[in-house]
């Protein structure tokens, strides 16, 4: 049993600087921009509880004020922070927080440190050609995305609220305006690094590895200056490698895996047009906008690589060419190890033989050209017996087409045969590892159109499922089923 932390108002949330301690080379200060007539969409009291913030607080006034915009913690600046990156393989000189601002470090009742960021409070000096807003649509997905995968286990930023109002919005449509209170312990991206190298600002570049070590790497500290930069590297390029493959596990895509939305912790950061492999394609692409198809779901783990070797150049004053290249080294074993253990896990294999990723490889070309919904297959692959025939229909019938499949469930066997273990315990941790419920597309659009309608409850409704996605009955059976046929397929993009 857990005891719950004390629960305490607002006002009585210690709140540091953060980053901005840092000064006027790494943020802008900037009060946000209000939504008008701003009313609560969504809330999550799990998320409040890692702040030590009780539930009830959301009903007040100065939280919806907090949310939307309307306030600060005074006297703490918000602010905006500096970064580049490179977008689709080209760099850019600068981005930075052009409608995000941070309202300050909260330190919870555990210690942890959070930055509460509000997302489309308004503009900032780096709102370069936008207008610092959000819409409710890019809210609600991030906000239910950001929950879904931290209840399946990865890495993520987490999602506390979203404020919205009638104000409009201009995109590709008329839409509403709405902020989302996201947090982490920070939000620093690869891109943060970038931005000083590229300006041959080696002092700040200095500044900034020092401030994250000491902050966010503590383990760190103790070593000497010229091991400490490399022992840093290397665990980002570990820690992205690990996220990268349970991405590919659960079969998350993110989207737009430019290096300004590589969080320097290995979260996942930046939701925008992401999505979750339905109908199983190493080559799906999420991402409306991107024709070439540089971050679809198979390249995510290469384009992980890609990404820490631009953070390793950014390095450059820091560390000596072999130290960069000796932290790299690290990603593609660390992907391998962690992918592994996350597949062998999803097929129930304890020990580790080989042969095992042959027989892992053979069942993702299965899904593949059998068209399969990857993750209806797992779930099922979980109830397969060590009998034959045990299950096989049900997994069959996530196929479009199953031929092949049997060859495999008898390799499969054997190799389950090799294993003292019973197919009851088998089955439980498989139903533990692969989920029957992930924000499938439609579900998170039926979700935003009921908000547009202004019915929040679906918001609601599906944040209860996915935070049990492992659990048989957390929703009804059709949130664990793809759009019903004849479902135009949502096309998402970069707009938000
Ligand atoms: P994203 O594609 O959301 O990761 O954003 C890339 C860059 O564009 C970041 O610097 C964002 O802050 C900025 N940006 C995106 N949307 C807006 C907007 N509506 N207003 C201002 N800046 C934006
Ligand atoms: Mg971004």
């Known amino acids: 049993m857990t005891i719950a ?19 006027e080379r790494f943020v802008e200060r900037r009060d946000p921009t209000p939504l008008p007539e701003p009313y609560l969409i969504a809330f999550n009291p799990a998320v409040a509880a890692l702040l030590g913030v009780d539930a009830s607080e959301a009903e007040r ?22 970064y580049a990156g490179h977008q689709f393989g080209a760099y850019v000189t600068q981005l930075g927080d052009g409608r995000a601002l941070g309202l300050g470090e909260v330190v919870a009742p555990s210690g942890e440190r959070y930055e509460w960021q509000l997302k489309g409070a308004g503009s900032t000096a780096f709102s370069r050609f936008g207008d610092g807003r959000a819409v409710l649509r890019s809210t609600i997905r991030e906000y239910l995305a950001s929950e879904a995968l931290h209840h399946l286990g990865i890495p993520t930023t987490r999602a506390l609220a979203i404020a919205g109002s009638d104000y409009p919005v201009m995109r590709e449509t008329v839409e509403t305006a709405a902020v989302l209170s996201r947090l982490a312990p920070t939000h620093l991206r690869f891109g943060s690094f970038e931005y000083f190298h590229y300006r041959r600002l080696n002092p700040e570049l200095k500044i900034l590895a020092d401030y994250t070590i000491e902050n ?3 383990q760190f500290i103790a070593h000497p200056e010229s091991e400490r930069y490399a022992l840093f590297l290397r665990e980002v390029v570990e820690r992205t490698a690990r996220l990268i493959a349970h991405w590919q596990a659960v079969g998350f895509a993110h989207g737009v895996l430019n290096t300004d939305n590589m969080s320097i912790l290995g979260q996942t950061l930046d939701y925008g047009p992401y999505g979750f492999v339905e109908t199983f394609d190493p080559g799906f692409i999420c991402n409306h906008s991107d024709e070439m198809g540089r971050y679809a779901f198979g390249r995510q783990p290469a384009i992980g690589l890609w990404n820490c070797r631009a953070l390793a150049q950014a390095f450059e004053s820091l560390l000596d060419e072999s130290s960069r290249q000796a932290a790299l080294a690290a990603y593609e074993p660390e992907f391998e190890r962690a992918y592994a253990a996350a597949m062998r896990a999803k097929l129930g294999l304890r020990d580790e033989r080989d042969g095992d990723l042959a027989l892992i490889e053979d069942l993702l070309a299965l899904l593949e050209r059998g068209r399969a919904d ?28 199953p031929a092949g499949l049997a060859p495999w469930l008898l390799a499969y066997r054997e190799r389950l045969a090799a294993e003292a273990h019973d197919d009851s315990a088998r089955q439980a941790a498989m139903l533990g590892q692969n989920p029957k419920f992930v924000l499938r597309n439609h579900l998170a659009q039926g979700a935003i159109a009921a908000a547009q309608a202004r019915d929040y409850s679906e918001i609601a409704r599906l944040e209860g499922i996915l935070r049990r996605p492992f659990d048989e009955d957390a929703g009804d059976e059709r949130d664990a089923q793809p759009a019903p046929q004849g479902t135009t397929p949502i096309e998402v993009s970069c707009s938000s």
């Not at 108002?9 to 840092?22: F, N, V």
């Open 374 to 401: 990857y993750t209806r297959a797992f779930r099922a692959l979980s109830r397969v017996g060590s009998v034959p025939g045990v299950g096989d229909e049900a997994l069959a019938a996530t196929f479009a087409d």
């Open 5 to 23: 932390a004390p629960s305490r108002p607002l006002e009585s949330l210690r709140i540091g600087p953060g980053i901005s301690a840092l000064g």
């Open 216 to 218: 966010f790497f503590s």
């Open 61 to 82: 006034p100065e939280f919806l004020r907090l949310a939307s915009g309307g306030a600060r913690f005074d006297p703490v600046p918000s602010y905006a922070t500096v």
